[in-house]
Nanobody
């Protein structure tokens, strides 16, 4: 079992940046592929970015490619999402997830553990 806790969300103007963190406890995240998802009001929870167990290969949704960067520090048991050039359409609750599949997994069902989420609001 692994427990995930996100932080770093907040209110930012369009064009600004935020860095989200996901701290894990209970088990090392080095055995999991890690990902970020987001859910806007009234919408489905969508994949944002995923990263392999080693922290090498990563995978992004087209909507965030070139603006967001996922990274991980297995020694600190933490995953990050650096978000630059934020747009109002990035407004959502952002969730961290851990799964036993591959880093290109983008379906929610492929992930076993979830955090409680952190709100990101981008004003225009």
């Amino acid at each position: 079992q692994v427990q995930l806790s996100e932080s770093g969300g907040g209110l930012v103007q369009a064009g600004g940046s935020l860095r989200l963190s996901c701290a894990a406890s209970g088990r090392t995240i080095s055995v999991y592929n890690m990902a970020w998802f987001r859910q806007a009001p009234g919408k489905e929870r969508d994949f944002v970015a995923g990263i392999s167990r080693s922290g090498g290969p990563s995978y992004y949704a087209d909507s965030v490619k070139g603006r967001f960067t996922i990274s991980r520090d297995n020694a600190k048991n933490t995953v990050y999402l650096q978000m630059n050039s934020l747009k109002p359409e990035d407004t959502a609750v952002y969730y961290c997830a851990a799964g036993s599949g591959v880093y290109t997994d983008s379906l929610r069902a492929r992930f076993d553990y979830w955090g409680q989420g952190t709100q990101v609001t981008v004003s225009s």
